[in-house]
């Protein structure tokens, strides 16, 4: 089976520009979660999608938002970029949601979004 | 103080040592998981746990809720050990995944 992909890989965006980064999950996996990693803030969650529905969103402004399609790809966008975005955002599928039934999560290779 | 707390940060290792790493959380949780990040950032999922112990290989993992606090166990440790390790708990109340700051470890030969 396939594991969790991410595109693009790498990314090199400027301050006020928007950006959208794409998550395909392992095949039969309904729930996408995304997360933000800094080296100064460490990992952090940005939201949790099971069958099209933002299942949880965490501390983050409006200008990173989020969807999941039919076929539970998910895409998560940032808009007005700033330079604190730059991160390594990381996505994880799973078969269910994260609570109650706490089903395990597969990680993607991350994106590392670089912004000048 | 961070909800979820790892100790130690970074730790130095002799190929064959035991190896602990405990993580202490202040939230009531459903879960909790154990998580191993390589060089390069990709992650990997080791444990999760509501309860008790699991072992795979030479990995051990245990959780004891009343006390709130897990521990990581290498056994013979090995120089492609070397890694990040992550514990994370799924918040009872919020359904968020809390994320420790992580435990560098490198184990030398």
């Known amino acids: 089976k396939a594991g969790v992909t991410q595109t693009p890989r790498y990314l090199i965006k400027t301050r006020g520009q928007q950006v959208t980064l794409s998550c395909s999950p392992i095949?039969?996996?309904?729930?996408v979660s995304w997360y933000q990693q800094t080296p100064g803030q460490g990992l952090q969650f940005l939201f949790e999608?099971?069958?099209?529905?933002?299942?949880n969103k965490g501390n983050f402004p409006g200008r990173f938002s989020g969807r999941q399609f039919s076929n539970s790809r998910s895409e998560m966008n940032v808009s007005t970029l700033e330079l604190g975005d730059s991160a390594l955002y990381l996505c994880?599928?799973?078969?269910?949601?994260?609570?109650?039934?706490?089903?395990?999560?597969?990680f993607g290779p991350g994106t590392r979004l670089t912004v000048t | 103080k961070n909800e979820v707390e790892q100790s130690p940060q970074n730790l130095t290792a002799q190929e064959g040592e035991f190896i602990t790493i405990n993580c202490s959380y202040s939230?009531?949780?459903?879960?909790l998981h154990w998580l191993q990040q390589h060089p390069g950032g990709g992650i990997v999922s080791l444990f999760m746990?509501?309860?008790g112990k699991k072992k795979h290989g030479r990995l051990i993992a245990t959780i004891n809720i009343q006390e709130k606090h897990s521990s990581l166990h290498i056994t013979a440790s090995h120089p492609r050990d070397s890694a990040v390790y992550i514990c994370?708990?799924?918040?009872?109340?919020?359904?968020?995944?809390?994320f420790g700051t992580g435990t560098r470890l490198q184990v030398f030969p």
């Open positions: 999608y099971f069958s099209e529905t933002q299942r």
């Open positions: 939230v009531g949780i459903s879960a």
């Open positions: 095949s039969g996996h309904r729930s």
């Open positions: 746990l509501s309860s």
């Open positions: 994880a599928s799973s078969l269910g949601p994260l609570n109650p039934q706490n089903y395990e999560q597969y």
């Open positions: 994370a708990v799924v918040s009872g109340n919020t359904d968020k995944l809390i």
